[in-house]
């Protein structure tokens, strides 16, 4: 599977962006699909996750702010980022595989499939 993520930009604090993950290549229905990002000189880290049944996980620093979602019938996966804030500025990239299960949900090598990230700037 090949995945595109978009949706990026330069917001203000206290704004919203939807990120988008588009997937091709093959039906993602049974994959589950996670958001990772990566912020200026840090390492990339967890922050929604959602699988196949719907059943999501969330880091702590985005939830009750960040909704994630999915749409199978048009394979794509959406990151719904409210209440923007500074340290949510970084390259955000979605990851998608069959395997991924609740123990490892956040565990990003445990996403096989991986698009190109998307950038996201909040000023404050």
């Known amino acids: 599977v090949q995945l595109q993520a978009s949706g990026g930009g330069l917001v203000q604090a206290g704004d919203s962006l939807r990120l988008s993950c588009a997937a091709t290549?093959?039906?993602?229905?049974?994959?589950?699909v996670g958001w990772f990002r990566q912020a200026p000189g840090k390492e990339r880290t967890f922050v929604a996750a959602i699988r196949y049944n719907g059943h999501t996980a969330y880091a702590d620093s985005v939830k009750g702010r960040f909704t994630i979602s999915r749409d199978n019938a048009n394979n794509m996966g959406y990151l719904q980022m409210n209440s923007l804030r500074p340290e949510d500025t970084a390259v955000y990239y979605c990851?998608?595989?069959?395997?991924?299960?609740?123990?490892?949900?956040?565990?990003?090598?445990?996403?096989?499939?991986w698009g190109q990230g998307t950038e996201v700037t909040v000023s404050s």
């Open positions: 290549g093959r039906t993602f229905r049974r994959d589950t």
């Open positions: 990851a998608a595989d069959p395997s991924v299960i609740l123990s490892n949900i956040r565990s990003q090598t445990a996403h096989a499939n």
